[in-house]
C-alpha cells in the first residue's frame, strides 16, 4: 500500500475550463499529487475578478473557451499578475501554439489529453519557480531592513561579526521555503549550529534529524535515510521507518556531504529530484516531506570540476547556498567567544569563572586558529580546568598553540589554513628588486611582531619563537 502524497495545503491552484469533465480530471490528477487546495472556475468571465479577489499560487487554463478565450486571460494574467505563473491547457500539439503560449507569457503548457505524470511535473516545476519569486523579494525586504524578525533562532550564535549578521538576514529570508540548502565552511565554524538556526527559523512543527554521511556505504546509506520492510537483508526482523521519516514536517540535516560516494551521490540527487525514496526491500514509492539542509567542509566547486562530485547535484545543492567564514576572517568575534566559553567551562566544571591576564586577547588575536572556533573552545575548557588559581594561565593556551603547530590543521580543503599573511602568490613575503641583509630582514620582523602585538615585547617574542631576553637585546643592539 502506498504512501498518501505529501499535503500543499498553502498553495492554491485555480483551474480554469468550460468542460466539466476536464475540472473533475484536472482536480482529481493534482488531489492524487497532493495538491488538495484547488479551485475549480467553469466561466472564463469570472476568472480575472477571483484572480483579482484570492490570488492563487498557481493558474491552470484551457486555451479555447467561449466569452473569453484562454489567450485573452493569459495576456490579463501576465499585465496584471504576472507573479503568478500560468499553466496552458491546449488541444494543439503544434510548434506554433508552443510558443505562442510561452512568448506570451506562459509558464508552461499541457497538450489534451492530459495525463498525471506530465501535469503534475509541470505544476511542480511552476510552483518551485513561483516559491523562488517569494523568496527573493523576501530575500531583498530582509537583506534591506535592519531587524530580525525571528532572533530567537540565532540566539545561540555568538557573534558581532557584520558578515555573520548578513549571514542570519540571508537565512532568515530563505528559512520558510522548501528548497535545499547548502552550507559550506571550514571544520569548526559551527555548520551544525547554522543548520539547526534554519530550522528553527522555518518554524517547521517536525524535528531537526542530522546524520554525518561521511564513511557510510550504499546499504548503510539506504537503511538510515529510507529505512526498511521486514526480511529486506538478514537481520530485519522487523520494518523501520527511515530518518526522512522521522524528519516529516521537519528537517533532515545531511552533514560531510562532499565524501559521498558516485553511487549515494545518485540516491541524493533523486531524491531532492523527485521526492520521493523506497524502503529496503520495498518497491511501494513514499514521498518525503522533509526539508534537506547539506554541509560539507570540502570544495565542492573543486570536486565537481575534478568530476568528482556531480554537476547535477552540485548545482541542485547551490540553490541556496551560504558560506561560513573562518574565525580568522571575524577575528573581531574572539573577545564575545572567549568570554562565552569562559562562563561555559566555569559551569560545566563548577569553578569560579578564572580572570583573564591582559596579554591573552593579544595571544588570541595573533593566532590563525586552523581547528577555528571548535578549537577556541576547547583551548578554553582545557585552561580552566588546568587553572589553580584566580587567573588563566596563558601557558596552557601557548601550550595548545604549540601542539597545533606540530599537528594536521584539518582545515577546510582549499583553505589558507594555519600560515601567515600571504602577501604574494604562494609566498609568505615579497621581495623587492634589492634584498634586505639579514640583519635588515630580522629588524622588519621584529618591527611587525611589535606592530602586532601593540608593543608587548613577551608577546612578540612568542610570536618570534624566539625568548623575551633574546628579543630585547636584539631591539636594543638596533638602536
Known amino acids: 500500500m502506498s504512501e498518501p502524497a505529501p499535503q500543499h495545503y498553502g498553495q492554491p491552484i485555480l483551474i480554469i475550463d468550460d468542460e466539466p469533465d476536464v475540472l473533475r480530471f484536472v482536480a ?3 488531489n492524487r499529487g497532493g495538491y488538495t487546495n484547488c479551485i475549480s472556475c467553469g466561466d472564463s468571465r469570472d476568472a480575472l475578478e477571483r484572480v483579482s479577489k484570492e490570488p492563487p499560487s498557481l ?19 501576465t499585465a496584471q499578475h504576472p507573479h503568478i505563473p500560468v499553466i496552458v491547457l491546449t488541444g494543439r500539439g503544434d510548434s506554433d501554439t508552443a510558443v505562442w503560449c510561452i512568448k506570451n507569457g506562459a509558464f508552461d503548457f499541457v497538450v489534451k489529453p492530459i495525463t498525471s505524470a506530465r501535469l503534475l511535473s509541470a505544476v511542480r ?7 523562488l519569486q517569494v523568496e527573493n523579494m523576501s530575500l531583498q525586504a530582509t537583506v534591506l531592513g535592519e531587524e530580525s524578525t525571528v532572533p530567537e533562532a540565532f540566539s545561540d550564535i555568538v557573534t558581532v561579526s557584520r558578515t555573520m549578521h548578513s549571514i542570519f538576514r540571508y ?3 530563505i528559512a520558510k521555503t522548501n528548497q535545499s540548502v547548502l552550507i559550506t565552511g571550514e571544520t569548526g565554524t559551527g555548520k551544525e549550529l547554522i543548520a539547526e538556526a534554519i530550522h528553527t527559523a522555518s518554524a517547521r512543527t517536525g524535528e531537526l534529524i542530522a546524520v554525518n554521511v561521511a564513511g557510510l556505504e550504499e546499504t548503510s546509506f539506504s537503511d538510515a535515510l529510507f529505512g526498511h520492510e521486514r526480511g529486506a537483508f538478514t537481520g530485519a526482523t522487523r520494518a523501520r521507518d527511515g530518518l526522512i521519516k522521522r524528519a516529516a514536517g521537519g528537517t533532515l540535516f545531511l552533514d560531510e556531504i562532499g565524501d559521498l560516494t558516485p553511487e549515494l551521490q545518485v540516491r541524493l540527487l533523486r531524491l531532492l529530484q523527485n521526492r520521493e525514496y523506497y524502503r529496503l526491500g520495498s518497491d511501494t514509492p513514499r514521498f518525503m516531506e522533509a526539508r534537506i539542509v547539506v554541509a560539507t567542509n570540502r570544495e565542492l566547486a573543486e570536486l565537481h570540476r575534478t568530476e568528482r562530485f556531480r554537476a547535477d547535484l552540485y548545482y541542485r545543492l547551490r540553490t541556496h547556498h551560504v558560506h561560513l567564514p573562518s574565525l580568522r576572517e571575524r577575528r573581531e568575534d574572539i573577545p564575545a567567544l572567549l568570554a562565552h566559553f569562559l ?3 566555569a559551569t560545566a566544571l563548577g569553578r569560579q569563572r578564572p580572570d583573564v591576564p591582559s596579554e591573552l586577547g593579544t595571544l588570541l588575536a595573533n593566532y590563525p586558529f586552523p581547528g577555528n572556533i571548535r578549537e577556541l573552545e576547547s583551548m578554553v575548557f582545557d585552561a580552566v580546568s588546568q587553572h589553580r588559581s584566580g587567573q588563566l594561565s596563558l ?3 601557548a601550550d595548545a598553540m604549540g601542539s597545533a603547530a606540530r599537528e594536521p590543521s584539518g582545515k577546510a580543503e582549499g583553505s589558507p589554513g594555519r600560515q601567515a599573511p600571504m602577501v604574494g602568490p604562494g609566498r609568505e613575503v615579497v621581495f623587492g628588486a634589492t634584498l634586505p641583509t639579514p640583519s635588515r630582514l630580522t629588524d622588519l620582523l621584529i618591527d611587525e611582531a611589535l606592530n602586532r602585538t601593540e608593543g608587548n615585547q613577551a608577546m612578540a617574542a612568542r610570536l618570534l619563537g624566539m625568548s623575551r631576553q633574546a628579543l630585547n637585546r636584539r631591539i636594543h ?3
Open 395 to 397: 601557558q596552557a593556551f
Open 477 to 479: 643592539r638596533g638602536k
Open 171 to 173: 537565512l532568515e529570508s
Open 28 to 30: 482529481a490528477f493534482l
Open 125 to 131: 516545476l511552476a510552483l518551485e519557480f513561483r516559491e
Open 343 to 345: 562562563d561555559a567551562a
Open 59 to 77: 493558474i491552470i487554463t484551457d486555451l479555447a473557451m467561449p466569452h473569453v478565450s484562454g489567450r485573452e486571460l493569459l495576456a490579463q494574467f
